[in-house]
């Protein structure tokens, strides 16, 4: 009884870390990174789900996207304007409202996982450039463009849609 006991202990020590990590893994399979360095070392980076859309996931015009299903997450380690709003240092949820003709970028300083976005606590907005991407992308793709230096530009492709809007180093 005891060398049962003793097997099954020495054994969930070994397998629960193995199927925890596989299971992280697959979470970890679907989010990516995108950054951006400015001149003095500062960083920005936004944090993105680029699973395969489902039709839920779609993004509909005037509505607020969660590609993936879950918001994205901005991190920067300095102030930031965005469309003449302040942003301090710190981490955020970033949501997207497409149209037809117009996308807005929203940070929002909600970031509790799986929390439903609260208008009320947006701190920035943003209308983006938008532009038609030759090769469309089969999921959300996101990057940074060091355009000055003191700016980084955001970009998000999706579909044949290349959107874009300009953070700035305070």
Not at 41 to 48: K, P
Request: aromatic content about 10%; hydrophobic content about 40%; overall charge neutral.
């Amino acid at each position: 009884m005891r060398v049962t006991i003793c097997f099954a202990f020495l054994l969930s020590l070994f397998v629960f870390p193995i199927v925890v990590a596989a299971q992280q893994g697959d979470a970890d399979a679907h989010t990516a990174t995108a950054f951006c360095d400015f001149t003095d070392n500062q960083e920005v980076s936004i944090r993105y789900s680029n699973a395969a859309a489902t039709p839920k996931d779609e993004p509909r015009n005037g509505r607020v996207w969660l590609p993936g299903g879950s918001a994205m997450t901005l991190f920067t380690g300095v102030g930031l304007t965005l469309n003449n709003s302040t942003i301090p240092a710190g981490a955020y949820s970033v949501y997207v409202i497409p149209n037809k003709k117009d996308w807005t970028l929203i940070v929002n300083k909600n970031v509790t996982p799986g929390a439903a976005y609260d208008e009320k606590q947006d701190i920035a907005r943003s209308p983006m450039e938008l532009g038609e991407v030759d090769s469309p992308p089969k999921q959300l793709q996101v990057s940074f463009a060091h355009s000055a230096p003191k700016q980084c530009s955001i970009r998000l492709y999706y579909g044949k849609t290349g959107a874009f809007a300009d953070f700035k180093e305070q």
